[in-house]
């Protein structure tokens, strides 16, 4: 098989389409010689000629490149204990001057506290998994649980008030 290529190509813009018009090839197969002539394309319809038959070709279009789709799961495969239906006091009633907060983004895997409990300075109220590691979160004065403001399985943010203990 010989191919000859003789490219004219030109594109202009009509009401914002693109249009390609113009190119040339010319092709032995077999022995016999074709002289192909795609003249202009708008949206996916070509104007062709083969041996100066005109014809209209459909072009598939470009398929739409793929989203990816973000898929959260769970932090930890851990069985989790039932999820209370709400944390043990409310965020707006609580006055979160005194709570232990989130050091960084994570889901809450275990709650190691609970409200009236008695903490001394060191004890772990938290444990918070973030970047694939648990980190217990301990109190900095003893004192006595007024908060619990998380459920475990929540995810968190930096800052978020988990406990209160004063």
């Known amino acids: 098989m010989v191919v000859t290529n003789t490219d004219y190509d030109k594109t202009s813009f009509v009401n914002n389409v693109k249009i390609l018009t113009m ?3 010319k092709y032995t197969i ?3 010689k074709y002289e ?13 000629k083969v041996n100066g038959e005109e014809f209209k070709v459909e072009m598939e279009k470009e398929p739409e490149p793929e989203k990816k789709k973000v898929v959260v799961k769970p932090a930890a495969a851990q069985p989790q204990a039932p999820k209370a239906a709400a944390p043990q006091a409310a965020a707006g009633a609580v006055n979160t001057a005194n709570a232990i907060k989130a050091p960084l983004p994570g889901v809450v895997t275990e709650v190691k506290v609970a409200v009236g409990d008695e903490v001394k300075a060191g004890d772990t109220v938290v444990v918070l998994e973030a970047m694939k ?3 217990n979160l301990n109190t900095e004065k003893a004192g006595k649980v007024t908060a619990v403001l998380v459920n475990v399985g929540d995810s968190v943010m930096e800052d978020t008030p988990l406990v209160v203990v004063e």
């Open 36 to 48: 192909v002539e795609i003249g202009d394309i708008v949206e996916n319809i070509a104007s062709v």
């Open 23 to 25: 190119k040339e090839y």
């Open 30 to 32: 077999n022995g016999k």
């Open 133 to 135: 590691m648990a980190n």
